[in-house]
């Protein structure tokens, strides 16, 4: 009952139990080896003949159900197949109203791993409607994970809606499932990561866990889950602005490591909050650590998220400026041949919008560091493109910082007013904002927002010390493009040189964007500049 599975496996014996033992002993068992992953076995202590013997229906249907699963586990078409006749021999039967419930939920876990999305959906809707208890928040469950894996646009809005729902109704459950409440809890952790703005703000202020009654956690259990949920809840602080807090939770989720290479992906969670936040000693001495642990693991043998740190060491080491030590981190996850695991997420590339981003943001970031900067560029569209595509708004707003801050992107200017918009409107107290620094004030300046975008462009190729010709090259803009948009600046700012628009923008507020995560020294180079020109404090 509390998820304790090798504990039922002791108990109940390693190997199979036989005909001679009782048959709730041996579907107990059958039912346990399901949960651990090993369908084999389950076929073992359940053999055909073995469940054709069995008097009672009810257990007769169960037994030949439990088959059906691990059957479909190992070849989906064939366990639909075989569980579509363990329902009309349920109904043939007259077995219990919980059993066909339940066949039916385990019709749509069938269904959901051959990705038919449609049919894994009725069935969980049926089992829905006609389980009891824990079984109705498995099936809410399940619908929860089929609305993220749909391509609309509301995807994972729509799948956050279902996860709370299921919450809400395993509070009013009397049987206690520790397995399913935990990933309850994970999966609304990691949605309202996604989807934080500025309606999604998140229940990552609380103690997580609290919201189930009984608790999915224990004070000191560590697992692979609650190192998950630590993780996502550090980078919903860190888009807060709490800056302490999200070093705080990434700290805990680095103690509640279950093997190295959730070790290694705990590290590279510290590494990157770290380089947000401003401490790139900090983040250069987790990410050196993850990156050591990371060459002694044979990353095949990992399983589900375990391997996506060596995708977040590259992108920490890209920020710091090593590209060889960022190429060689991605070279690693690349080489990663075993599928990743499906049953719940379908993380797989190519199917999660969110894994499809992050993948193509460090490869442009590689790209950059290595200077090839068209492949950059094309890599930096292709993230900005996923995560538009299922509101993964602060990712989104990362990667156009990116991608206008890419030598010979010519829309720079637009791409730089999408994302200070959508710091300005959901995370006006993040690292976001703390990157783009005082260039922010553009935004909201009455002057300069007038401005069009391709001419904010120059002037924020100006204010980084460009001059005309190199404004050109930089923007993919031909020359006397760009004397023509200067010549419009001028106009409409009552400047008449380069040098008297640097002190009209400092005078403002306004300074390039920093680029980096060191939001003070951004501010401190505007009023560096103030009394470099005119010989004043601002006020």
């Known amino acids: 009952m509390r998820g304790d599975f090798d504990a039922v496996i002791a108990l109940l ?173 994970e999966q609304i952790a990691s949605l309202e990561q996604t989807l934080r703005s500025a309606t999604v703000a998140g229940t990552h202020g609380g103690t997580r866990g609290r919201a189930l009654p009984g608790g999915a956690f224990g004070p000191a259990v560590s697992s692979a889950a609650r190192l998950r949920i630590n993780y996502n809840d550090a980078w919903l602080f860190a888009l807060d602005g709490d800056d302490v807090a999200a070093f705080g939770a990434m700290r805990d989720a680095e103690e509640h490591a279950t093997t190295p290479a959730w070790r290694v992906r705990a590290l590279a969670g510290r590494a990157a909050i770290a380089i947000v936040c401003g401490e790139p000693a900090g983040a250069r001495l987790h990410a050196d650590a993850a990156a050591a642990m990371a060459a002694r693991i044979d990353w095949n043998a990992t399983t589900d998220e375990e391997r996506l740190a060596c995708l977040e060491i590259a992108e920490v080491y890209a920020h710091l400026g090593k590209p060889d030590a960022a190429a060689d981190a991605l070279a690693r996850y690349d080489s990663v041949a075993a599928p990743m695991e499906v049953t719940q997420t379908l993380r797989e590339r190519g199917r999660d919008p969110r894994l499809t981003g992050w993948n193509a943001y460090v490869v442009g970031l590689v790209h950059r560091g290595a200077g090839d900067f068209a492949a950059a560029a094309n890599a930096f569209r292709r993230a900005v493109e996923a995560f538009g595509s299922c509101g993964y708004l602060w990712r989104e707003a990362h990667a156009l910082i990116d991608l206008a801050g890419t030598e010979g992107v010519r829309e720079g200017g637009a791409h730089l007013d999408r994302a200070v918009g959508i710091i300005r409107d ?9 990157r783009l620094g005082p260039w922010t004030r553009a935004a909201v300046d009455p002057l300069v927002s007038s401005l069009t975008a391709a001419e904010r462009d120059v002037l924020r190729h100006l204010l980084e010390g460009r001059s005309q010709r190199e404004i050109a090259a930089a923007s993919g803009r031909a020359y006397n493009t760009v004397r023509t948009q200067m010549q419009a600046l001028h106009r409409k700012l009552g400047t008449s040189s380069e040098h008297q628009i640097v002190v009209a923008c400092a005078r403002r507020g306004i300074a390039a964007p920093s680029w980096s995560f060191s939001g003070p020294l951004a501010v401190r180079g505007c009023e560096q500049a103030l009394v470099a020109c005119e010989g004043i404090v601002p006020a």
Request: glycine share 6%; with cysteine; net charge positive.
């Open 13 to 185: 014996g390693a190997s199979r139990l036989g005909g001679d033992a009782s048959i709730e002993a041996r579907l107990l068992r059958a039912r346990t080896l399901l949960k651990l992953q090993r369908p084999a076995d389950v076929l073992d202590e359940l053999s055909a003949d073995d469940v054709g013997g069995i008097v009672d229906a009810d257990e007769r249907v169960t037994a030949a159900m439990l088959r059906g699963a691990a059957s479909a586990r190992l070849d989906p078409a064939r366990g639909i197949a075989e569980l579509a006749r363990v329902a009309l021999d349920a109904a043939r039967l007259r077995a219990h109203p919980s059993i066909g419930a339940e066949v039916a939920y385990l019709r749509a876990v069938a269904h959901w791993s051959a990705y038919e999305l449609g049919e894994a959906e009725r069935f969980a809707q049926d089992a829905e409607r006609r389980g009891r208890d824990v079984l109705v928040v498995r099936a809410m469950q399940l619908r929860a994970f089929i609305a993220a894996a749909r391509p609309a646009p509301t995807r994972y809005s729509d799948a956050l809606a279902l996860f709370r729902a299921a919450s809400r109704r395993y509070a009013r459950c009397h049987e206690r499932n520790v397995g399913l409440a935990t990933i309850i809890l």
């Open 426 to 434: 959901n995370f006006p107290r993040s690292f976001l904002a703390r």
